[in-house]
Nanobody
Framework: DVQLQASGGGLVQRGGSLRLSCTVS????????IGWFRQAPGKEREGISC????????YYGDSVKGRFVTSRDNAKKTVYLQMNSLEPEDTAVYYC??????????????????WGQGTQVTVSS
């Protein structure tokens, strides 16, 4: 079975940083792009980043561009989301998800096939 395990969430003050991890099992990790999404209470799920397979091209949503960085370690089958300069508006449950090979510039929920369980990020003011 394909499994994605997201971790690293927590409580942080405005301006702080967190690094999320997403560890994947049950598939050929190198053949898949990994996206990060988030969902705040009462809001739709938002695609915030994607890193493609092998070459590792990255895409970011406008709301996080310049503050968040995604990377991958194929040996560990893990993707990271380094979140800097966090704001209360970043408070949400963060999810990782996979799709085959490449990212598409518009990071849409419907294009991803498997999802992790989510990790809560809370940014206090």
């Amino acid at each position: 079975d394909v499994q994605l395990q997201a971790s690293g969430g927590g409580l942080v003050q405005r301006g702080g940083s967190l690094r999320l991890s997403c560890t994947v099992s049950g598939l050929i990790f190198e053949d898949h792009a990994i996206g990060w999404f988030r969902q705040a209470p009462g809001k739709e799920r938002e695609g915030i980043s994607c890193i493609s397979s092998s070459v590792g091209s990255t895409y970011y949503g406008d709301s996080v561009k310049g503050r968040f960085v995604t990377s991958r370690d194929n040996a560990k089958k893990t993707v990271y989301l380094q979140m800097n300069s966090l704001e209360p508006e970043d408070t949400a449950v963060y999810y990782c998800a996979i799709r085959r090979f490449i990212c598409l510039p518009a990071i849409k929920n419907s294009e991803y096939t498997n999802w992790g369980q989510g990790t809560q990020v809370t940014v206090s003011s």
